[in-house]
């Protein structure tokens, strides 16, 4: 039996992320999501932007790991402590007003003629 080789890395890593923000951004602004919750997103970004780090950016690839670090744990954070039937509404888990989808004319409510245009 040969051994496969594993893979280090996820190649979702970066869509994750994006995903993340995208639902951090609305959750930000949804009224179910209590003040205390919206105040994790705000210090991560105070502490992205603020001169003090735990390691500055003069060390570009560890002062710059620092502060995706930072963001990725806030951002994991604001959605863990977000109510849950709101992040599964917005991922698309649970209908609701997460999504504002269009909802199909009933069948009913169709009526079905001719017309014509006359030039007068």
Same mark, same amino acid.
């Given at each position: 039996?040969?051994?496969?080789?594993?893979?280090?890395?996820?190649?979702?890593?970066?869509?994750?992320?994006?995903?993340? @923000?995208?639902?951090?951004?609305? !959750?930000? $602004?949804?009224?179910?999501?209590?003040? *205390? =919750?919206?105040?994790?997103? &705000?210090?991560?970004?105070?502490?992205?932007?603020?001169?003090?780090? @735990?390691?500055?950016?003069?060390? !570009?690839? $560890?002062?710059?790991?620092?502060?995706? *670090? =930072?963001?990725?744990?806030? &951002?994991?954070?604001?959605?863990?402590?977000?109510?849950?039937?709101?992040?599964?509404?917005?991922?698309?888990?649970?209908?609701?007003?997460?999504?504002?989808?269009?909802?199909?004319?009933?069948?009913?409510?169709?009526?079905?003629?001719?017309?014509?245009?006359?030039?007068?």
């Amino acid at each position: 039996m040969a051994k496969q080789k594993q893979k280090n890395y996820d190649p979702d890593i970066l869509s994750r992320l994006f995903n993340n @923000l995208m639902l951090s951004g609305r !959750l930000l $602004f949804d009224r179910r999501v209590g003040n *205390g =919750a919206k105040l994790i997103p &705000l210090l991560v970004a105070l502490y992205i932007l603020s001169p003090i780090d @735990l390691l500055p950016d003069v060390l !570009l690839p $560890f002062g710059i790991m620092d502060d995706l *670090g =930072a963001l990725v744990f806030g &951002l994991q954070m604001f959605i863990h402590n977000a109510p849950p039937e709101v992040v599964a509404e917005y991922r698309g888990q649970i209908p609701g007003e997460g999504k504002r989808k269009r909802k199909a004319a009933p069948e009913h409510d169709v009526i079905e003629g001719k017309y014509e245009v006359k030039d007068e």
